[in-house]
């Protein structure tokens, strides 16, 4: 499958592929990657059913990493570092643990490599299929209809970027949600064997606020990432590149300036 990407910046350096969250997309990286861009060549990636990317049925832990070796082969990139957030951080300990000739360096957002099964998760796509998009306004009355379901404000604002208009000035999920929800079982899933381990540098950066990693998942991050560096953004949840990007981009240039 041929993703789409924006080039974020910083020709000339060492590439750099970001991966984004679960029913987010590249433009989630776009204030960091600038950043980033003073390190590194940056790439952002929609994964399958996200975003400008194809759709399709399948969407397995393996699927998501073949999409980007296919990427990478393609535009000429043997070896990479690659920073993936959530469900692109699974993606990047999966492709690390199989294919560790192809990365110098993972970084990790806060994500630990575990299964999680969120209630939340299931009653946010609850929300998102009872939309009549037929009948739908904008994207402000879509939010008045996620709203008993989802009370948190800034995920309604979130969900519903995967709004967009049809031709005809309607509306429809620029996601594939049909494949993504059937495919929650595996997103939510560890994507790693317990034999699992990738020994190069990994940095993974966690949320403070967040309680996707708790301090009792380090000893399993090292346990499959012997090298792994842990740094927490003491003021951020669970999206640090977006809530602290100041702090965020100052962690990450940090440390690979130390592991150069």
């Known amino acids: 499958m041929e993703l789409f990407s924006r080039d974020l910046g910083g020709a000339g350096n060492p590439p750099l592929i970001l991966l984004h969250g679960l029913l987010g997309s590249s433009r989630n990286w776009l204030g960091a990657g600038a950043m980033l861009a003073e390190s590194w060549h940056v790439h952002a990636l929609d994964l399958r059913n996200h975003g400008k990317s194809p759709h399709a049925e399948a969407m397995r832990y393996d699927d998501l990493v073949g999409d980007v070796l296919t990427w990478m082969d393609a535009?000429?990139?043997?070896?990479?570092?690659?920073?993936?957030?959530?469900?692109?951080?699974?993606?990047?300990?999966?492709?690390a643990s199989e294919f560790p000739d192809r990365l110098n360096r993972l970084i990790v957002v806060d994500i630990a490599p575990k299964a999680y099964h969120s209630a939340g998760s299931r009653a946010e796509f609850a929300a998102m299929h009872e939309i009549r998009l037929a009948e739908l306004k904008s994207r402000t009355e879509a939010e008045l209809k996620m709203e008993s379901r989802v009370p948190d404000w800034a995920m309604r604002k979130f969900l519903t970027t995967n709004l967009e208009r049809t031709d005809d000035g309607g509306w429809r999920w620029s996601i594939n949600l049909p494949a993504i929800t059937a495919a929650l079982p595996e997103l939510e899933s560890n994507p790693l064997a317990d034999s699992a381990v990738f020994?190069?540098?990994?940095?993974?950066?966690?949320?403070?606020?967040?309680?996707?990693?708790?301090?009792?998942?380090?000893?399993?991050?090292?346990?499959?990432?012997?090298?792994?560096?842990?740094?927490?953004?003491?003021d951020s949840g669970h999206n640090p590149h977006m809530q602290s990007r100041e702090a965020f981009g100052a962690c990450v240039q940090a440390w690979f300036r130390g592991t150069g």
């Open 199 to 234: 020994a190069g540098p990994v940095l993974f950066v966690l949320g403070g606020k967040s309680r996707y990693v708790r301090p009792e998942d380090h000893a399993l991050i090292r346990r499959h990432f012997p090298a792994a560096a842990i740094e927490v953004i003491v």
């Open 75 to 95: 535009h000429g990139f043997g070896r990479v570092d690659l920073m993936g957030h959530s469900m692109g951080g699974k993606v990047g300990m999966r492709l």
